[in-house]
């Protein structure tokens, strides 16, 4: 008779498992935008499929160094990262895009993937951009976007037609598309802002909540590029100046929490927080070693926004689970692919070959 609890406890579990892998698979829920199908148009948006790498932001830079806390966060939140000291950071730089081959002379931004790992095995993970806006309110436009960007094979180009019809039906993504044409581009990974884009809730020792988002800005002084000599430029340039500038040593950023008002849309990440906000440097972020993502450390890791330690929640912003779901599959994906040779460790290779 001992057995059956027993048998009625596995069974419990196994039930358990399968109502987990039925929920990330969408069939619990099938108005929801799953994960395998946002990587199923990343694949389509991209032309090709290229195995071992990222569906987005394929081409990337492996870095490390350590976040100097103030203390200057303890009050806004209980997570581990704010009480005075220090903590060890893996991170990866990377452009927009899935071509992990592709020029670094183009108008897309950068991003950078930050993996804090924090005291008593906790971690926090993050995925911010340059840009302070998102292209897409929502995953099912997300999707939309990328089924209308899907390259025509005749002319490996994507329909025009249907992509003005898609931005002309959503001006939030028409605003995107003017910034990134009149914003100054970064001259180096290391000058640029990055920004959560989403917002956050952080949770002090209280349980108090407020809304957050928050921004790393860099202590290298901006320059931008060139936008008409872009195509110009070497393949790799923008690895390349991070590689050597790291040689020459750390370079830093602080990172600036910035409160929410009242009345700012914490649901839409297309939506920028505009006039005066709170705003608190909470530490800085010193990168002190660069490396190709095949000597580094951050090849196999997901920088999934949802990683979060105690005292940092996620907000109403339904891009958040969309994003957390599409890293996840493009990380299966690149794990059973198997690791390829990165554009700039193939690079090396060629060159030392010569």
């Known amino acids: 008779m001992r057995m059956l609890p027993r048998l009625a406890i596995i069974a419990l579990i196994l039930g358990l498992v399968v109502l987990v892998f039925a929920w990330v698979g969408g069939f619990l829920t099938p108005g929801r935008i799953s994960g395998g199908r946002i990587a199923n148009t990343l694949e389509a948006a991209n032309g090709k499929v290229f195995p071992g790498f990222r569906r987005a932001h394929?081409?990337?830079?492996?870095?490390?160094?350590?976040?100097?806390?103030?203390?200057?966060?303890?009050?806004?939140?209980?997570?581990?990262?704010?009480?005075?000291?220090?903590?060890?950071?893996?991170?990866?730089?990377?452009?927009g895009g899935?071509?992990?081959?592709?020029?670094?002379?183009?108008?897309?931004?950068?991003?950078?993937?930050l993996r804090f790992a924090l005291p008593g095995g906790e971690e926090w993970r993050m995925a911010i951009d340059h840009t302070p806006i998102f292209v897409i309110a929502?995953?099912?436009?997300?999707?939309?976007?990328q089924e209308a960007s899907v390259p025509d094979p005749a002319t490996g180009k994507p329909d025009p037609a249907r992509l003005?019809?898609?931005?002309?039906a959503h001006p939030e993504t028409q605003a995107?598309?003017?910034?990134?044409?009149?914003?100054?581009?970064?001259?180096?990974?290391?000058?640029?802002?990055y920004y959560s884009i989403n917002a956050?809730?952080?949770?002090d020792a209280k349980g108090a909540a407020q809304f957050v988002r928050w921004q790393f800005e860099p202590e290298a002084p901006f320059a931008a590029l060139d936008k008409a000599t872009l195509d110009k430029q070497p393949r790799d340039f923008l690895f390349d100046e991070m590689l050597a500038r790291m040689k020459q040593g750390p370079v830093r950023w602080h990172m600036v929490v910035v409160l929410a008002n009242p009345g700012d849309r914490t649901d839409n990440a297309t939506i920028r927080w505009t006039g005066p906000h709170r705003q608190i440097d909470v530490g800085t972020l010193i990168l002190d070693r660069a490396t190709t993502e095949a000597q580094g450390d951050c090849r196999d890791y997901n920088f999934d926004p949802l990683i979060?330690?105690?005292?940092?929640?996620?907000?109403?912003?339904?891009?958040?689970?969309?994003?957390?779901?599409?890293y996840s599959a493009s990380f299966r994906r690149r794990a059973i692919e198997g690791p390829h040779p990165d554009a700039i460790t193939a690079a090396q290779t060629q060159g030392a070959s010569r």
């Open 58 to 95: 394929a081409k990337g830079l492996c870095v490390s160094g350590h976040f100097d806390a103030n203390g200057a966060g303890v009050p806004l939140s209980r997570a581990a990262l704010f009480p005075r000291g220090s903590v060890p950071v893996i991170g990866r730089l990377s452009t």
């Open 98 to 113: 899935g071509n992990p081959m592709a020029a670094d002379g183009r108008p897309v931004f950068h991003a950078l993937g």
């Open 138 to 145: 929502n995953p099912k436009d997300f999707v939309a976007l």
């Open 164 to 168: 003005a019809a898609f931005v002309s």
């Open 176 to 193: 995107f598309l003017d910034y990134m044409k009149t914003a100054p581009l970064p001259s180096s990974f290391a000058n640029g802002t």
């Open 200 to 203: 956050f809730r952080f949770i």
């Open 308 to 326: 979060l330690p105690k005292g940092v929640a996620a907000s109403d912003d339904p891009v958040l689970a969309a994003r957390s779901a599409a």
